[in-house]
C-alpha cells in the first residue's frame, strides 16, 4: 500500500502539470528553451512515481500517472525548408533503401550457408547474410546523413555475457532505430545480425516488406493478442535457440513525444525467461529529434547509444520475470532522466556541407560499381538475375566502405 507521502507527491505533480499546461497556453510562439526543460524534468518525475506505483501494484494511482501524463502536450517541431540538401538526401536514401532490399531479397538464400559455415567456425557477425545486412543498415544511414556514436565500449559493457541468443532491447522513438540498433551489435561480431520483430503490416510492404521476412524477422499482429503471445513464445524462442539474437522494443510502440512509453510490455520478458536468453539494452539517445513522428524524413545529424549492463536469464514464475521488467525499466527512466546523458554538438555547417559531399561522391561510386559488376556479370554469360545480384552487391560494398572512411 502506498503511503500518504508517496500520494500528496502524486496530487503536487498532477498540479504541476496543470499549471505547466496554462502557462503554454499562454504561449504565443510555442514552448521556450525553459519551458521544454521543464517538460523533461516533470516527464521524469511522473516515470518514477509510475514505476514505484506499479511496483506495489497501485493501478489506480498508475491509471492516475497516466492520464496526467497524457496531459503534457508536444509541439511538433517546425518543418524546415525543402533545400536542395534535403531533396538530394531524400532521392539518394530512397535509392539505396529499395535497391538495398532488393539485393538482401535476392540474396536471402546465403541465409542457407549459415549452419555449415558455423560448424566450420565462422561466428555470427562474419557470415554473408550478417555482413551484407550491415553492409545495408550502414549504407542507409550514411545517406540520410546519420551518424551513431557510440557513449562506451560495447565489448566492454557487455564482454562477461555468455555465448548464446541474446534479446536486444531499445527505446523506440524513431523509425532510425532499427538501424542504430544494427550499426551497434555489428561491433560485438558474436551478436551477429538481430533478426526484429515488428508489426505484421510492416511486412505487407514490397520490397522492404518482403525482405524482412525473407532474412529471417518476425511479424507479430498487434491485434491478436494469442497470435502475438503465439509468436514470442515459439517463433523467436527457436530463433534464440539457434544462437540468434532478437532486438525488440520493450514499450511495444514508438513513442509519440521523445520519452518513454510506460509500462513495458511483458511478452519480451516473457521469451528471455523461456528461452534463457540475456537481455543487452542499448539506449538510444537524439533519434527522435532527427526524426519526430509526423515527419517524412530525418534531419542529418548525430544519434548517441549507450549500452547498459546486461541482464543475466532469470529462473522463476510471473513474479520474477515481473520483476526483471520492473528493474529494466527503472534502469531506463533513470538513464533519460535530467542531466543524466550527454547530448551530442549539434552539426556544424562546415559538417553537413561535408555529409552532402560524401553522399555526392557516394552516388558516383555507387554508379561506377553497378555498371563495372554489371558488365563483369554480362561478359560471364550470367543472366538478368545474375546481373541484378552481383551489381547490388558490389553497390553496397561501396556504399559501406565511403561510410567507414568518414
Known amino acids: 500500500m502506498l503511503k500518504a507521502a508517496f500520494l500528496e507527491r502524486v496530487d503536487g505533480l498532477a498540479a504541476a502539470c496543470d499549471a505547466y499546461e496554462r502557462t503554454l497556453g499562454d504561449a504565443e510562439f510555442g514552448p521556450s528553451p525553459e519551458s521544454q526543460l521543464r ?13 514505484a506505483a506499479e511496483a506495489e501494484h497501485d493501478e489506480k494511482t498508475c491509471a492516475r500517472l497516466d492520464a496526467v501524463r497524457a496531459q503534457l502536450r508536444v509541439h511538433p517541431p517546425a518543418a524546415g525548408l525543402l533545400h536542395l540538401g534535403v531533396v538530394w538526401r531524400v532521392a539518394t536514401t530512397a535509392v539505396v533503401v529499395l535497391l538495398g532490399s532488393l539485393m538482401l531479397l535476392f540474396a536471402a538464400p ?3 550457408a549459415n549452419p555449415p559455415l558455423r560448424r566450420l567456425g565462422i561466428p555470427n557477425g562474419f557470415l554473408p547474410s550478417d555482413l551484407l545486412i ?18 562506451g565500449s560495447v565489448q566492454q559493457c557487455w564482454r562477461q555475457v555468455r ?15 532499427p538501424y542504430i540498433a544494427f550499426a551497434c551489435t555489428g561491433l560485438l561480431a558474436h551478436c551477429g545480425a538481430p533478426k526484429f520483430v515488428g508489426k505484421r503490416s510492416l511486412f505487407s510492404m514490397p520490397i522492404v516488406g518482403w525482405m524482412m521476412a525473407a532474412m529471417g524477422n518476425l511479424a507479430i499482429d498487434r491485434g491478436s493478442h494469442v497470435q502475438a503471445v503465439a509468436t514470442m513464445s515459439t517463433s523467436a524462442a527457436k530463433v534464440l535457440a539457434r544462437g540468434r539474437s532478437i532486438a525488440v522494443a520493450p514499450e ?3 513513442t509519440t513525444d521523445g520519452h518513454l512509453v510506460l509500462p513495458f510490455k511483458k511478452g519480451a520478458f516473457h521469451l528471455a525467461q523461456k528461452a534463457e536468453a540475456t537481455l543487452l539494452p542499448l539506449a538510444i539517445h537524439g533519434a527522435y529529434a532527427l526524426w519526430p ?16 549492463p546486461p541482464h543475466p536469464p532469470h529462473e522463476g514464475g510471473e513474479a520474477k520475470h515481473d520483476s526483471s521488467r520492473l528493474a529494466l525499466q527503472d534502469q531506463y527512466v533513470q538513464h533519460f532522466g ?4 550527454s547530448t551530442a554538438p549539434p552539426l556544424t555547417a562546415l559538417q553537413r556541407l561535408a555529409q552532402q ?7 558516383v561510386v555507387f554508379a561506377l560499381a553497378w555498371r563495372g559488376a554489371a558488365g563483369l556479370a554480362a561478359r560471364s554469360g550470367l543472366e538478368a538475375r545474375g546481373v541484378l545480384l552481383l551489381a547490388g552487391l558490389a553497390s553496397l560494398a561501396a556504399w559501406a566502405a565511403v561510410h567507414h572512411c568518414i
Not at 293 to 308: A, H, K, M, Q, Y
Not at 338 to 341: C, E, R
Open 163 to 177: 555465448p548464446g541468443g541474446y534479446l536486444i532491447v531499445y527505446n523506440h522513438s524513431s523509425n532510425l532505430d
Open 293 to 308: 513522428r509526423g515527419e517524412l524524413f530525418p534531419s542529418s545529424g548525430t544519434v548517441t547509444v549507450r549500452p547498459l
Open 252 to 254: 511495444g510502440t514508438r
Open 39 to 51: 517538460r523533461e524534468a516533470l516527464v521524469f518525475e511522473l516515470a518514477q512515481l509510475r514505476c
Open 357 to 363: 559531399a560524401v553522399v555526392l561522391a557516394s552516388l
Open 110 to 112: 546465403l541465409r542457407l
Open 134 to 151: 550491415f553492409a545495408w543498415t550502414s549504407a542507409v544511414l550514411a545517406a540520410a546523413g546519420i551518424r551513431v556514436r557510440v557513449e
Open 338 to 341: 535530467p542531466a543524466q546523458f
